[in-house]
């Protein structure tokens, strides 16, 4: 569905990407893990449009979109949850989720459409439904990052992208959410999940890449790469560790 040809990309002429190489299939999850810098953010923003590529090609169902811009993605189907959520603070959860429902701009009867949509957001993330006319800004870092993924869904993503939403959350919290995750793959949606939480990450994944300096080190599926002594000295960031 997705892939991602030597691509070399970058902040100002600087490359932090230099020749990455990964692919996500239909319907599964692909996790991406490397500690701090690693280029882990840059992959995605860089899928998203958002950084510069300065070599290579980006192919989404078939069609190249290295040219492409953010918006034009969008309209493509490629939707990111990005670091740190970014929601709209003094808005409520219902407002923040609403402005998730943009793509369906020609749908017939949009409200009823966008009820509809909420319903099953709140079926995914019940506390959410309580927390409906609460600002965003009030509710705990594990309920805004159910907004954040909600918000995204509300887009009909057909590759959603998940910049680390473990971070700064309790395991549990974590546990949850990833078991969302999992639910939303068993109903055939495509995933690329950043994440430093390597083990997780990869206990949920089908494939994993691993990035160390802008280049994939290593790359297999999820179970293979969870006990394989390289990826845990990676993601460590101690060369030679384990
Ligand atoms: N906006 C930016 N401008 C310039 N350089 C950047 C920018 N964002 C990231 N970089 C650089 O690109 C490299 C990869 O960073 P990136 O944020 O993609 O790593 P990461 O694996 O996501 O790490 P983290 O987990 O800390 O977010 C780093 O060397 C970083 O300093």
Known sequence: ????????????????????SMWVDAGT??????????????????ISRLVTTYGGRITFEGRDITGLGPAEVVDMGIIQVPEGR?????????????????????????????RDKLDYIYDLFP??????????????GGEQQMVAIGRALMAE???????????????????????VLSGLRAQGLTMLLVEQHADEALALA???F?????????????VEL???????????????AA
């Open 1 to 20: 569905m997705l892939q991602l040809d030597n691509i070399r990309a970058g902040y100002k002429g600087t490359e932090a990407l230099h020749g990455v």
């Open 29 to 46: 999850i692909v996790s991406v893990v490397g500690s701090n810098g690693a280029g882990k953010s840059t992959t995605v923003n860089t």
């Open 86 to 114: 970014q929601l709209f603070g003094p808005l409520t959860v219902a407002e923040n989720l609403r402005l998730g429902f943009h793509r369906q701009r020609r749908v017939k009867n949009r409200e009823a459409a966008f």
């Open 127 to 140: 506390r959410l439904k309580e927390r409906a006319g609460q600002r965003a800004i009030t509710l705990s």
């Open 157 to 179: 993503p057909r590759l959603l992208l998940l910049d680390e939403p473990s971070l700064g959350l309790a395991p549990l919290i974590v546990e949850k959410i990833f078991d």
């Open 206 to 208: 089908d494939y994993g």
């Open 210 to 222: 691993v990035l160390s300096v802008g280049k994939v080190t290593v790359h297999g599926p999820g």
């Open 226 to 240: 969870r006990s394989n002594a390289a990826v845990t000295s990676s993601y460590l960031g101690h060369a030679g």
